[in-house]
C-alpha cells in the first residue's frame, strides 16, 4: 500500500513571496491533516479535513495560509505571501477513521520550508 | 486545555543501554488516547503505539515497552538493548474530545544511541 505522498520536499523562497505544497492521502482514507513543525517543536495541527470539508482550522493563520482538497482526495496548502516564521516542515497526514478520538494518523515525509 | 510535556530534550546513551522517555499529559477528558511517535533523520513520523485511557495495561513489543499510569498522567517509554538505529526523535502525543480530537504533541526527545 502506498504511503502518504507529499510534494516537493524542499523549498527556498524569499520572504514574502508565494508557495504551494502538494499532498495525496492513503488511497480511501477520509480524513487529511496539515500540521506545521518548527525546528525543535512537535508538530501543529494547522488544518483537518473531512472528505472536502474542513473539520478544523482554528490554528491556521487565515490572512496569509489557505487549504483546499479537492474532490476530497489530494489537498493544496498555500502561504501567501510568507514570512521568516514560517520557515519550517509541513506535514501532511491521513487517517481512515471519520469521527472518534481514534486517530491513528500516517504521516508524509514533509515538505522543508525555508523562508530568506 | 490538552497539553503534553517531555521533559528530556536530548539522551545520549551507549549501544545496549535501556533507556526510559517519559511524557506526562494534561487533559480534562475521561477518554482520551496517547500515542507515541519516532521521527527518523528523514523527517517522516512512524506511529509506534496508541493506548487509551480505559487500558492502563503495560505492553511490550520486542525491545519496546510502555509505562502508562493515569495516578501519575504519565507515558512512558522505555527501550531495552538500545541499538544505534533507535536514533530519532520521539514524540508522545494526546487526542482527546476537548481538543476536537485532534492530536496535541510533546515537544519531543532526541535519542542518540552511540557505539
Known amino acids: 500500500e502506498a504511503g502518504v505522498a507529499q510534494s516537493p520536499r524542499y523549498k527556498i523562497i524569499e520572504k514574502r513571496q508565494s508557495v504551494a505544497f502538494w499532498c495525496n492521502p492513503i488511497?480511501?482514507?477520509?480524513?487529511l491533516y496539515w500540521y506545521q513543525q518548527i525546528l525543535g517543536q512537535g508538530p501543529k495541527l494547522l488544518i483537518q479535513?473531512?472528505?472536502?470539508?474542513?473539520?478544523?482550522d482554528s490554528q491556521l493563520p487565515k490572512d496569509r495560509f489557505s487549504a483546499e482538497r479537492l474532490k476530497g482526495v489530494d489537498s493544496t496548502l498555500k502561504i501567501q505571501p510568507a514570512k521568516l516564521e514560517d520557515s519550517a516542515v509541513y506535514l501532511c497526514?491521513?487517517?481512515?477513521?471519520?469521527?472518534?478520538?481514534?486517530?491513528?494518523?500516517?504521516f508524509g515525509p514533509g515538505t522543508r520550508l525555508t523562508v530568506l | 486545555a490538552q497539553k503534553v510535556t517531555q521533559a528530556q530534550t536530548e539522551i545520549s546513551v551507549v549501544e545496549k543501554e535501556d533507556v526510559t522517555l517519559d511524557c506526562v499529559y494534561e487533559?480534562?477528558?475521561?477518554?482520551?488516547?496517547l500515542f507515541w511517535y519516532k521521527q527518523p533523520p528523514s523527517g517522516e513520523l512512524v506511529f509506534l503505539i496508541r493506548r487509551n485511557s480505559f487500558d492502563e495495561q503495560n505492553e511490550i513489543s520486542g525491545r519496546y515497552s510502555w509505562n502508562f499510569q493515569k495516578s501519575t498522567s504519565s507515558f512512558n517509554f522505555t527501550i531495552t538493548a538500545s541499538q544505534v538505529v533507535d536514533s530519532a526523535v520521539y514524540f508522545c502525543a494526546l487526542s482527546a474530545t476537548g481538543g476536537g480530537n485532534k492530536l496535541t504533541f510533546g515537544t519531543g526527545t532526541q535519542l542518540k544511541v552511540e557505539l
Open positions: 497526514a491521513s487517517s481512515p477513521r471519520t469521527s472518534g478520538y481514534y486517530n491513528e494518523q500516517f
Open positions: 487533559t480534562r477528558d475521561t477518554t482520551y488516547y
Open positions: 488511497s480511501g482514507h477520509a480524513t
Open positions: 479535513f473531512q472528505n472536502n470539508g474542513v473539520v478544523d
